[in-house]
Structures are given as C-alpha cells and as structure tokens.
C-alpha cells in the first residue's frame, strides 16, 4: 500500500486544530484519518517553526543569503560531477565496469 502524501495546507490545519485544543488528538485522527503520532509530529514541527514566521520580518529569506547558498550548492555539484567522472575512469581502468553491468 503507497504512503498518503498530504499537503502543507492540510498539515497545517490539522496542526493548528490541534494545537487549539478544542479536540483531543485522538478525534482528530478519526476525524481526518491520520494517526495520532502524525498529528503530534505536525503540531510539533509547526509550534517550533512558528518563531520563525516573525524573525526578519516574515517568511521572506535574506536574498544575499539565498544567493550565496545556491553558489556553494553549484560549487559543490561541480566538485561532485568531477569525482563522479573519475569513478567512472577508474572504475573503467581496473575492469569493474563490466562486473556492475552483469548484473
């Protein structure tokens, strides 16, 4: 049986119902059919994240921050296609190629 996938909005509802108090947890979960321990996860994840809802004037990342993030993330793609290339060189030179192919 696949997993349910549920939406951030969904979540978010049923965190914040939970967080309310006006039912117990175990309501909740018959209600919208998710398992308590979900719930709990949610309105975990959502009482620690809501801090971050008023730091820095909202949700609104630092642009200079996201920049500088995604200049690593290529930095590092870069570095990791390189070593993926000499792997495959390597692995070519000392014939392990065909023994992964076999299979």
Do not use: C
């Not at 909740?28 to 959502?46: D, E, F, G």
Request: glycine letters at 6%; zero cysteines; aromatic letters at 6%.
């Amino acid at each position: 049986m696949a997993r349910k996938r549920f939406s951030s909005e969904f979540k978010a509802k049923v965190a914040m119902e939970g967080i309310r108090g006006d039912k117990t947890v175990a309501q909740l979960s018959s209600q919208y059919r998710v398992h308590a321990s979900q719930i709990n996860t949610w309105k975990k994840t959502a009482q620690e994240r809501m801090v971050e809802a008023f730091e820095r004037g909202g949700s609104q990342p630092d642009p200079k921050e996201l920049e500088a993030r995604e200049d690593r993330l290529y930095q590092q793609i870069g570095k990791l296609q390189v070593e993926v290339e000499w792997l495959r060189k390597k692995s070519k030179a000392l014939g392990l190629e065909r023994a992964r192919n076999a299979h």
